[in-house]
């Protein structure tokens, strides 16, 4: 079995919202989930969270805490390791980038509607950023 780290960030505006990227690729095509991605031999998870941020929504982001991680099998032999981030933003424009298909703030209710990476709501209840 292959681990490949990855790192991703939880991002809230001041309004609460979540920050949410359309993914267009695998792991969870089509489907809305957390900024983040593989991290890069010479870099931290936490480098990886802001770098990742950056390039597939176009802001620039503080790390506050690490919430958790979990683990994503992707094909045979592959599992991804993620470690999320709690992040506050500081600056930029949003903007779909990378690979993401589109980018957007969310509330929570919205969130329910939407095609969601799996376990992506129930992440948030354990790391207790949802009720």
Do not use: C
């Amino acid at each position: 079995m292959r681990r490949t780290p990855a790192a991703a960030t939880v991002v809230r505006d001041a309004d609460g919202r979540f920050l949410l990227v359309l993914r267009a690729n695998a792991p969870s095509a089509g489907r809305w989930s957390f900024p983040g991605g593989r991290v890069e031999a010479d870099e931290s998870l936490e480098d990886a969270a802001v770098r990742e941020t950056l390039e597939e929504t176009g802001l620039h982001i503080r790390i506050d805490r690490l919430l958790g991680s979990l683990e994503i099998p992707h094909g045979t032999g592959v599992v991804f390791e993620v470690h999320d981030f709690l992040a506050s933003p500081v600056g930029g424009i949003l903007l779909a980038g990378d690979d993401a298909a589109d980018a957007g703030w969310f509330t929570h209710q919205e969130m329910t509607l939407m095609p969601l990476s799996d376990g992506l709501l129930e992440f948030l209840v354990r790391a207790e950023i949802l009720p």
